[in-house]
């Protein structure tokens, strides 16, 4: 069985999202990043992973995949008939791959993770005043869209999904983009992100930890 | 033909060493990514990508790819004889993905870019503090390896090249790690990643803007 390694809201709930959307079974190990202990065990995660970062993904053969982007078009082509992703040669691969890296980068890496991680104001002066005209291309994109990619559901839009929730818990409200606003609210409707989205939140009122 | 906005020694370069080493000839068109200018026709870089930066990879169908992860992808799909990605299919492609994630987020967007466009020692002093953890990752996939993916070369090596590229000019001595480093030689070493820097060298010394 598929094992994915998580600490609830981390930018892993994309990946449950994607499992659960793919109606695939899999054991969920709850990891504590701020002391980077693995719940279930107490053990180190850093054994698990050198990044000691989540998601990971332990497969059938027991290889370990981490980065966000990897692991959910991993998990999109598990099944390839849940539409999770473009199929491979379809041009719109390539733009499910574009969407990955943006939110991976462009709001995670350079917005969530400072706020989350970093915390001090000096530290985030700077992607503060940035994120705006970040969150201004999926707001046009959107702006006559349902989807990221194509007409219906994908990875990518599980992993944008996760982003635009904690850029609420960060302190950006997303309702200065109505096109955002109302993806998310769409997004949230979805019953498997609702439930994944539960979970979480159920799990995190356990523990303090940090989400991005 | 395929055209590549590019800025000299910017992140782009690694789409320039793929088309290289794909043997597939473009148009190069250089953008001032501080003046968001097309040199070409003096042109604004937003009507080309609201994102405003740098890969675009224009394709033979006209639509605009950006983003490294996806760009470097497509060109090595086009050319898949030349090696330059795992097939679809092949689980090596997903730890192309999850090479290409790392260089892009971990490397770049939380180390590099604020190095090239914050500048300032406030927000950098994080960033600095946690690079060195960051590189011990490839250090150690690559004490015993000749590429990041399979036995040969793929745009994640194009990738992760410019990023080494970078951090010399970013004030990270990547002589800490030997296995970077030696890495860093042999690709350097590789006559398509040596004209693609040697061009854009020569370029950026025309110029006065900013690598990442």
Request: proline share 6%.
């Amino acid at each position: 069985m598929l094992q994915l390694y998580f600490s609830p809201m981390a930018c892993s709930l994309a990946s449950r999202i994607a499992l659960m959307e793919a109606g695939l079974d899999a054991r969920y190990h709850l990891v504590h990043l701020r002391t980077k202990q693995v719940v279930d065990d107490d053990s180190d995660f850093h054994q698990i992973s050198p990044k000691a970062a989540v998601p990971v993904l332990v497969l059938e053969n027991g290889e370990r995949l981490t980065e966000s982007a990897a692991v959910l078009q991993y998990i999109a082509d598990l099944k390839p008939d849940a539409g999770l992703a473009p199929r491979p040669g379809d041009p719109d691969r390539y733009r499910l791959q574009e969407w990955l890296s943006f939110v991976g980068s462009e709001i995670h890496k350079a917005f969530l993770f400072p706020t989350f991680w970093y915390k001090d104001d000096a530290s985030l002066a700077k992607p503060r005043a940035r994120i705006g005209r970040t969150l201004s291309v999926p707001a046009a994109h959107l702006a006559d869209r349902k989807f990221l990619v194509g007409d219906s559901f994908t990875v990518a839009d599980a992993h944008l999904t996760w982003a635009l929730l904690l850029l609420g818990a960060a302190g950006v409200d997303i309702a200065q983009w109505p096109s955002l606003a109302a993806y998310l609210q769409r997004m949230q409707a979805r019953p498997m992100v609702r439930d994944a989205v539960a979970t979480e939140m159920a799990l995190r009122r356990t523990m303090a930890t940090s989400p991005a």
